[in-house]
């Protein structure tokens, strides 16, 4: 009967220490050179790496997380001060448009205009979901996304990450 009531004492503290390390840890970020905030579910890595979008010769720079198989990002491109609107907004389109392909889908005309948009898709044999928002701000393009297995990555965690960009 005393190693049962071990044991069982054992079971219940892994179970009270497995319930302290949350899945999801959300921490806020400063991004895109100070012209944004955000909050990441977990621990970010960034890159960066130069490309050519639209003529444009520049740096792109991308900090993400993840959890589990789902990827939380933010990439931005600072774009020259010479560009003007009509420019920027072919940037827009250009990049909202990847993010349409990579999904197999075509994006409403809103997330042209900075509005949050949600494609859903199969990757891998699996039901999955990308969720992004592309904006122009203070000479920075910036583009918040979320991907996983709708399995695994929730409307509302999703939501809650792409809404939580507060532009500076």
Known sequence: MRKFISLLLLWFSVAALGGCTPEY?????????DRGVIMFPSRIQTEQRQID?????????LTSSAVGPSVFSVGFIPLPETLGQEKS????KTVVSALAVRAGKQAPESALKGEVFTLETV????PSLMMARVVVHRGMLIQVVVSGPKQSLSNENALEFVRSLRLK
Request: aromatic share 12%; net charge negative; charged share 20%.
């Open 53 to 61: 979008v639209e003529g444009i010769s520049t740096t792109f720079s």
């Open 123 to 126: 990757v891998a044999n699996k």
């Open 89 to 92: 907004q072919a940037l827009v």
């Open 25 to 33: 840890n959300w921490r806020e970020f400063t991004v895109a050179e």
